[in-house]
């Protein structure tokens, strides 16, 4: 006979287990409940709890019913532990606090409940020990702990609060004594009314009457605080109900199986023994991964598109082969999806809130060949350069990423310039609280924003200087993201803007992308001509982050994504992204964004904005470093403007090669010699390959001019 399995033992009750903790919980809960409504309702149990914790009772019994709660779920406690101890510290704190303010006769009496028998207690012990002011001090410190544990702000930011109060106070203060126009000097009392009635005002000046000071005004502490006062502090943001649904097409399986034989089967007569391991349905790509035998050249398969393609009845174009697959010992064989279907930005913006990473910037990509959410941070990259031919995706994409951040920070958090030299894609955004001046489309007046945002980068690194931080982000924990808001400049079509503005635009472009990243400054570049006239080596250097979609030549490939691959993209959104975590290019297909839902989400920032947007009319004017107020010549800054303007007047000839072999530079500030020469009128136009003319025989011949312009 077989022997009867042993009864499983009945787990005990103990303290830890789950019966006895649920159990606890809700007696914990009832008595929280009890102690929360004990001010407002009678009872005897109520009036005892009332006169023991006083009108603190509510608190204390908040904090049962969270200690409840986390004991009937089963919760982490190792989670929670810092909200339970700012509660129980803000529990003892207002029992004290309640009885601090009452005489001690009267907490003796009867008819004392404020801060109840054990706040009472506490009271008298603290005065004992530590004197009542002393004891105030502590409970104001107590307080901030515990607000700064239950909410998880820093203490920083709340004993700022305490120190902006008390600077209210002194300000509101010498105001009263400004307006009063006594301060006493030699004890006369009224001797700055006097002077005021006898020295005689000049025209056109005014007369503040302030105590007199020799010490300087800080500047940048002044444009700091400024910053600090949030214009959107009730900011909501745009619902997912604005962005239309996705629309999927079902997966044949058998479909890919059948593909996959068929690769299989080319491979082996061809002489390359391999197997499909997995295969990965993405949007509009399908990765087949092989398995090949030790010993078989890489190189090998790759020379088998072609005959990939013919026999998987693909185009030629689109089949690419990625090897390795990264992080595996295998090959993978993308062809386009025969059902492929669209990744809808409503799909991308539900993921990034579900998300548990936090991203300062986020950018909306796409979805892998595996079928896998892509968001990356700009403010990692922390520039974007976007490349692609005509109809491939490329303004979709930037339309995908900026609707992104709309949907995810307020104007008060981040800041937009973007330049449209089409006048048509970014028309849209006109009028969104968001930008800092209404879209570019005159490359004149980007070159304006590009020198002001300069300014501003070197300005921000002052109060970061003073503040002793290194970057925005530290900035941001102790100030608030409002203080300093990102500052993102978008660019749609970086070829219009090199040939309409050279090597003056290209510097600021290139000194931006160097240094701006610490203060919070980020560049988004685009172009549908990446040739390396646009997208220049110095560009290259400094934008790590690169969106490839389709291009026409394996040379533009390179040009982007320093390898080829991106002619091999089937266009309508696929690309690849290359960001200085990975060295390998990632394939995705990029987030589709429709013009209802642009439409749909600007309008619903316009019009919690209200009908008027602010602009800085600033960005777009000249600065004094390019006209001065006095309508004198703006002369190059560059140090060897003298010289230059000595070497082109004695050869009588003017080049960038003359000033590179004279002067022993590089092309680009010797062009931007050539430039300078020519805004001075020392040189002629350019005329062909032939060196421009010299206008002057003489270097006194221009001093001299600019010394009569300035005499008059």
Known sequence: MAKRGRKKKKEEITIKSNETKIFFGLVLLLLGIA?????????????????????????????????????????????????????????????????????????????????????????????????KPIEFAFLIIMYAVGISLFTGIKLERITGVFTSLFEDVEEDENEEKAQQGKIQFNGDEDINETMAEEVPIPDGEKYVETPISTEETPKEPKESKKELEPQFSNWKFPPLSLLQNPVKQKQDTKIHERKAAVI???????????????????????????????GTKVAKVKTLTNDLALALAAPASSVRVEAPIPGTSLIGVEIPNPTPNFVYVKEMVTELINSEKSYELPLLLGKNVAGKTEIRDLVELPHLLVAGATGTGKSVGINSIILGLLMTKSPDELKFILVDPKMVEMSLYNEIPHLYTPVIVDMELLNNALQWTVQEMNRRYRILKQAKLKKITEYHAREGAESMPYIIIVIDEMAD???????????????????????????????????????????????????????????????????????????????????????????????????????????????????????????????????????????????????ALNVVVNAQKGSASLLQRKLRIGYNRAASLIDDLEAAGVLGPQDGSSPRKVLITSPDQFFDSSEEEKDE
């Open 497 to 643: 803007l090199m040939l309409s503005t050279g090597v003056d635009v290209e510097s600021k472009i290139v000194r931006l992308a160097q240094m701006s990243r610490a203060v919070g400054i980020h560049l988004i570049l685009a172009t549908q001509r990446p040739s390396v006239n646009v997208i220049t080596g110095l560009i290259k250097a400094n934008v790590p982050g690169r969106m490839a979609f389709s291009v026409t030549t394996s040379i533009d490939s390179r040009v982007v994504i320093d390898q080829m691959g991106a002619e091999t993209l089937i266009g309508m959104g696929d690309m690849l992204f290359k960001s200085p975590a990975s060295p390998r290019p990632m394939r995705i297909q990029g987030a589709f964004t429709d013009t209802p839902d642009i439409e749909n989400v600007i309008n619903f920032v316009k019009d919690q904005a209200g009908e008027e947007v602010e602009f800085l009319d600033d960005i777009t004017k000249p600065t004094e470093t390019e006209t001065t107020a006095t309508g004198e010549k703006s002369h190059s800054k560059d140090q060897l403007f003298k010289d």
């Open 264 to 294: 299989e089967k080319t491979l082996e007569s061809f002489g390359v023994s391999s197997r499909v391991t997995n295969i990965s349905i993405g949007p509009t790509v399908v990765q087949y991964a092989l398995s090949i035998t030790v």
């Open 35 to 131: 102690t929360v409504s004990s001010p407002f309702l009678s009872g005897t149990l109520l009036e005892y709890i009332l006169q023991f914790f006083g009108y603190a009772s509510i608190l204390w019994g908040i904090t049962m019913c969270y200690l409840a709660i986390i004991l009937i779920w089963n919760l982490d406690l190792k989670n929670g532990n810092k909200i339970l101890a700012g509660l129980i510290i803000l529990s003892i704190t207002s029992t004290i606090f309640l009885s601090f303010w009452l005489p001690s006769d009267y907490i003796y009496s009867e008819d004392y409940i404020a801060g109840g028998k054990i706040g009472a207690e506490i009271h008298f012990q603290l005065v004992e020990i530590l004197s």
